[in-house]
């Protein structure tokens, strides 16, 4: 099994930054990682993902503002968030797939704010 911790969020002002960060509880294999966020009212999207080999795929409403990365040594994955802005306001959810059969694994969530 895959317990998900994730860490990093608060609340911050318009064009300030973050890093979210999530560590992997587990002995399995972990395959792609990656952040999903669910704002009020809306379905969870996806933000960024990344996979075992480092290839990564963004939103594009993130696309050269967050950056993904992971340390496999360590089963932690990252999102360094710059240029925040109050549509960023969400809970971040960290998310992985692991095992042979690809099961998909959830974190509780951390909330990020975005206000002045």
């Known amino acids: 099994q895959v317990q998900l911790v994730e860490s990093g969020g608060g609340l911050v002002q318009p064009g300030e930054s973050l890093r979210l960060s999530c560590e992997a509880s587990t002995i399995i294999r972990l395959n792609d990682m990656g952040w999903y966020r669910q704002a009020p009212g809306k379905q969870r999207e996806l933000v960024a993902t990344i996979t075992s080999g480092g290839s990564t795929n963004y939103a594009d409403s993130v696309k050269g503002r967050f950056t993904i990365s992971r340390d496999n040594a360590k089963n932690q994955v990252y999102l360094q968030m710059n240029s925040l802005k109050p549509e960023d306001t969400a809970v971040y959810y960290c998310?992985?797939?692991?095992?042979?059969?690809?099961?998909?694994?959830w974190g509780q969530g951390t909330q990020v704010t975005v206000s002045s």
């Open positions: 998310h992985c797939n692991a095992g042979v059969y690809y099961r998909d694994y």
